[in-house]
């Protein structure tokens, strides 16, 4: 299983991005729970959202009115989303996502994806 993250990019403030985190690699195969972890220079790491398989999500305080996170089916995600508008130069960070997936071949196990790089500017 592969888990993958796109969809940064630089974008002016108050701009939107939408992120994806895609799991692959096995013909079934369910997110079991995903989170957008996100880190800029000289920062430390700081959740941005959290999804579970049933729709279920917990966000940043300091975000939920600005970013969305779902998935491409209420109870078998492959995919989550995560739709980011107003963005703020402060948003600036690497964005990685991580998951518990399962899958008729490994059972359930936690993947980290690559980062996908978001710049604001100002």
């Known amino acids: 299983v592969q888990l993958q993250a796109s969809g940064g990019g630089l974008v002016q403030t108050g701009g939107s991005l939408r992120l994806s985190c895609v799991a692959s690699?096995?013909?079934?195969?369910?997110?079991?729970?995903a989170t957008w972890y996100r880190q800029a220079p000289g920062k430390q790491r700081e959740l941005v959202a959290q999804?579970?398989?049933?729709?279920?999500?917990?966000?940043a305080d300091s975000l939920k009115d600005r970013f969305i996170i779902y998935g491409d089916n209420p109870t078998r995600m492959r995919t989550v989303y995560m739709e980011m508008s107003g963005l703020r130069p402060e948003d600036t960070a690497n964005y990685f996502c991580?998951?518990?997936?399962?899958?008729?071949?490994?059972?359930?196990?936690?993947?980290w994806g690559q980062g996908t790089q978001v710049t604001v500017s100002s």
């Open positions: 690699g096995e013909a079934l195969i369910i997110i079991r729970t």
């Open positions: 999804i579970w398989n049933g729709g279920s999500t917990k966000y």
């Open positions: 991580t998951a518990n997936v399962w899958s008729s071949a490994r059972g359930s196990v936690d993947y």
